[in-house]
């Protein structure tokens, strides 16, 4: 990984703190997020993200929903803003955008009735120990870290989903979303019931799988 990009997916960025405030317009609701360097896509909302935001699933009854590798959290606050009786964790291991996520929470979601968690560790690690399962796990993953990393994470979604939960994600077409495509459907056909590309626009891709 290159040190540009490298500090992202670490638990203690190695670059000077300057925080930034960033607004942007999703699903009709106007959001305002505190980022900081050291946080994946700090100066601007990066597209993948806000295309995904506005086609992913949500659930319309009361669940438990998760934004995977978090960042500063505007997944997370959507999914908790729109299913506001679900209840939503947000997770990554990088300390700054930990924080960042919990003063956007405490910001954009004033009124909100569920429970908003932040938990610190890695993909799952910080669900080892707990006894939780997912209607809807959401995720815009960090492939500069490798295809390979996140296949291998593929193959450990099952285990947090609940039977016909969602796991959702975007993948750039540049960074491979038609290798990933296909090799979901060659390898793991048998650990999803359905593995579809929902959404495509402006080069990104939007999957959509779902559990037996």
């Known amino acids: 990984m290159d040190k540009k990009t490298q500090h992202y997916s670490t638990q203690f960025p190695d670059v000077r703190v300057k925080v930034y405030s960033v607004s942007?317009?999703?699903?009709?609701?106007?959001?305002?997020?505190?980022?900081?360097?050291?946080?994946?896509?700090?100066?601007?909302?990066?597209?993948?993200?806000?295309?995904?935001i506005e086609h992913m699933k949500i659930p319309e009854k009361q669940g438990v929903l998760l934004d995977l590798g978090c960042g500063y959290g505007a997944i997370g606050i959507v999914l908790a803003h729109l299913a506001s009786q679900s209840t939503v964790y947000l997770t990554d291991i990088n300390k700054r955008a930990l924080w960042c996520a919990r003063e956007n929470i405490k910001y954009n979601l004033t009124e909100?009735?569920?429970?908003?968690?932040?938990?610190?560790?890695?993909?799952?690690?910080?669900?080892?120990?707990?006894?939780?399962?997912?209607?809807?796990?959401?995720?815009?993953p960090p492939l500069r870290n490798g295809r390979r990393e996140f296949l291998t994470l593929c193959e450990d979604i099952p285990r947090y989903l609940k039977s016909k939960g969602l796991f959702q994600f975007v993948i750039k077409k540049k960074m491979g979303a038609e290798y990933v495509h296909n090799y979901l459907n060659k390898h793991h056909s048998e650990l999803f019931e359905?593995?579809?590309?929902?959404?495509?626009?402006s080069g990104y891709w939007i999957f959509c799988l779902m559990s037996f």
């Open 24 to 52: 942007e317009s999703l699903k009709r609701h106007l959001y305002l997020f505190k980022t900081v360097t050291g946080v994946f896509s700090f100066k601007q909302l990066d597209l993948g993200t806000k295309v995904f």
């Open 112 to 140: 909100r009735s569920g429970k908003v968690i932040v938990l610190p560790g890695s993909y799952f690690e910080p669900f080892k120990n707990k006894n939780v399962k997912f209607d809807g796990i959401y995720m815009n």
């Open 194 to 201: 359905i593995i579809e590309v929902i959404f495509k626009r």
